[in-house]
């Protein structure tokens, strides 16, 4: 019996910001038996291709983000398989379908320096601000003032570049943890929610998801809120 052709794929030119992080899309023609996954495979350029480098995804997915090392260059290449795990050849020749150099340094926001406690930004409630990722790992600091017995939530939503970030909320003296939370991935929003036990200013912390996203235009956006419950009325027929 003859087997039939698998699935043919394309990789479209990567999607490059003032940031670390990379965004890749994928178009594909399905024929045969149908399609099963796609296989992405990125590497160092120059550099060799390695089965250790190869990222899966399902069917139904068309784009994905990823997060290199300052300074780097990557080239990727991708294939589908079908729903039997045949896969579709790789590119001739060994080659790659797109590349990218990221930048090696940044361009801080406005409101650095912001590392430390001691020089953490007043932010109101329900008043939202932006920052950057930058540079390397660079930590910004927040201050809210917050009442005793009421919920909070702290908002971080990806504005550009893929950023994404982890926040960690500390009590008064900045130094005891009281709640922390993280993106699921590049380009992905955290959101954090605690009590505070007494009134007063609460310090918290929103750092790089991962130690080297990092970029000028790597740019998320912050808010704290106090966490409100709308109780609807109950109809029985």
Known sequence: MNRKSPPVSQLAPAETFDSTAVRLGWDVSSVG???????????????????????????????????GQPGG??????????????????????AAETSVVLPA??????????????????????????????????????????????????YASSQAGGAAVKITVYDGDGATLLASGAAGGLAQSTVVSFQPGAAGGYPFQVEPLTPNLFGTGAVYRVVASELTYTYLPSLVR
């Open 105 to 154: 340094a940044c361009t801080p926001d406005a409101f650095e320096p912001d590392d430390t406690p001691a020089q953490a930004r007043s932010l109101a409630l329900g008043d939202p601000t932006t920052g950057n990722l930058c540079g390397v790992g660079n930590p910004d600091w927040f201050k809210v003032s917050l009442e005793a017995g009421k919920t909070y939530l702290i």
């Open 33 to 67: 038996i149908g399609l099963g996954s796609f296989e992405l495979q990125w590497r160092a350029d120059p550099g060799v291709w390695d089965a250790a480098n190869t990222l899966t995804f399902p069917a139904s997915q068309r784009s994905t983000w990823f997060g």
């Open 73 to 94: 260059a990557y080239a990727f290449r991708l294939r589908a398989l079908d729903t039997l795990g045949q896969p579709e050849p790789w590119p001739a020749g060994d």
